[in-house]
C-alpha cells in the first residue's frame, strides 16, 4: 500500500481535507489521475484527469466517495475501486482526444547549463560539485544545491575565470539575490528591487537565501581547490555574509498551551505530540525510532540520521523513558513504535490534518506545526535552567551557538539568572 492509497483510502483523512476546487490528486500513468474533489458539506467526488497540449486537462466527474456512506460498486465507491474506475475512463477516446505524454513530472534532476571550453570556469567547478552531491549527498540537499546553482549562481558566476574569481564578484552575486524578489526569482525573467523597500522579515529571507548560495559556491570551489584544478584560494576563500540572517525563534507554546492541546487532541495525534514533548526531536526522527533503540542503562533512545543530522541520543527523564517503553511494549526490536492505532505508518497529510483540527479545537493559531514542537522543547529546557550545551547535545546540533542564536530571547533570560544566582558579591 503506498501513500496515495493511506491518504486518499482513509475516509476519516478525507473528511479532514480542506475545501479545495482543483482537488487531490494521485496519478497512475504518465498524464493519468484519479482526483478526489472535496466539498464544503457532504461527501466528495471521484474525478478522472487526463492531460491535454499546453497544460491543460480533460475532466469526467464519475461517483461519490464513500466519506459518510459504504460503497455500493455503482455510484459510491472506494478509492480502490474509484482508481480502477479512472484507469478505464482515462483510456476511452472523449478523454484522450488531444492526450500529450509530453509532461515533466517530479522534481529538477540536472543542470540547466552545459559548461564548455578548456578554461576551467566557475561553471565546470558547479558542474562537478552537482555531480558529487548526487553520489555522496542527501536527496534534499541535492535539490537545494541544485537549485540555488540554477538560479542564483551560474547566472551570475558561471562564465567567469574561477582562478579570477574573488569577494567582489561574490558580493555582487549577493547583493543581487537580495534584490530579487522571492517570488519570481525561479522565473525565466527575473527583475530588480530595491531591497530597502522589503518589510525586514522578507528582507531577511532574502539575505537567508543570498548566504545559503555562498555556502554552496564555496563548497563547490573547496572541492575543485583540493582536486588541483583551482591553484590559487585566496580570492574567494575568505567570503563575507549578511549578518542578520537568523531569526530567534517565537513560534512556541507555553506548557499551558500544550497541556490545552493534548486536552483535545485524539489518541493518535496525541501520542505523537507526547513523543515530541518527551524527545524535541523532529517528526521524521520520531516516527523512525524503533523498539530496540529504547536504551535502559542510559534512560535515553537512539535517533538515527535523518537530513544533515548525524545519530544521536536523547536523554530522557524517568517519565519520558517509561512512556516510550510503553509503546515499545509486544512490538519487536526492528518494530516502529510511533504508528497509527492499526499499526499502520502515518503519512504527512493525515498527521497535518488531524493536528490542525486539534489546533482548531484548542484555539490556537493553524500557523503551528509539528515542528513548533521542537521549538517548544528547547524553549521549555532553557527556561528550566538547562545549559544551552546540553539543549544542543539533544536537539542533535553540532555547536551551542546555533541554539544560543535561535532560541535567543531563552537563552538570555537563563544566563541573567543563572548570574544572579551565582554570582559572589565582594565582602564589604
Known sequence: MNKHDTILGDPQVRRSMRYRRAGYYHCFDVGKAVGYIPRQSGPGRWVARVTQHCKLYREETFAIADDYDRSNGATILTFAEAKARAQNLCSR????????????????????????????TVGHALAEYVEWK???????????????????????????????????????????????????AKSATRFLIDPKTLDPDARRK??????????????????????????????????????????????????????SLLAV??????????????????????????????????????????????????????????????????????????????????????MQSRFRTALKKAGLPNRYVFHTMRHTYASLRLQEGISPIAVARQLGHRHVRTVMQTYAHCTDDVLDQEIREKFIPPVL
Open 93 to 120: 477516446p472523449h478523454l484522450t482526444k488531444n492526450f500529450s505524454a509530453q509532461v515533466c513530472f517530479g522534481k529538477e534532476r540536472g543542470l540547466r547549463f552545459c559548461p564548455f571550453g578548456d578554461v576551467y
Open 134 to 184: 548526487r553520489t555522496f549527498g542527501t536527496e534534499s540537499s541535492f535539490q537545494t544545491a541544485l537549485s540555488n546553482i540554477n538560479y542564483y549562481i551560474y547566472p551570475e558566476l558561471g562564465t567567469v575565470r574561477a582562478d579570477e574569481l574573488n569577494h567582489i564578484h561574490i558580493r555582487r552575486m549577493m547583493e543581487r539575490i537580495e534584490a530579487t524578489p522571492s517570488n519570481s
Open 206 to 259: 532574502r539575505r537567508v537565501s543570498a548566504n545559503n548560495a555562498v555556502s554552496i559556491l564555496r563548497a563547490a570551489l573547496l572541492l575543485a581547490w583540493e582536486a588541483g584544478k583551482i591553484l590559487d584560494d585566496r580570492g574567494w576563500r575568505r567570503t563575507f555574509r549578511f549578518k542578520d540572517g537568523v531569526r530567534p525563534r517565537t513560534d512556541i507554546l507555553t506548557r499551558q498551551q500544550f497541556e
Open 265 to 350: 487532541a485524539d489518541a493518535e495525534i496525541k501520542t505523537l505530540l507526547i513523543g515530541l514533548f518527551y524527545t524535541g526531536c523532529r517528526i521524521t526522527e520520531l516516527l523512525s525510532i524503533q523498539a530496540g533503540d529504547l536504551l535502559a542503562d542510559r534512560l535515553a533512545v537512539y535517533i538515527r540520521a535523518v537530513k544533515k543530522v548525524e545519530a544521536h541520543y536523547i536523554a530522557l527523564p524517568r517519565t519520558g523513558y517509561d512512556y516510550l517503553l510503553s509503546l515499545a511494549t509486544k512490538r519487536g526490536s526492528t518494530d516502529l513504535i510511533f504508528t497509527r492505532a492499526d499499526g499502520s505508518s502515518w503519512t504527512r497529510y493525515a
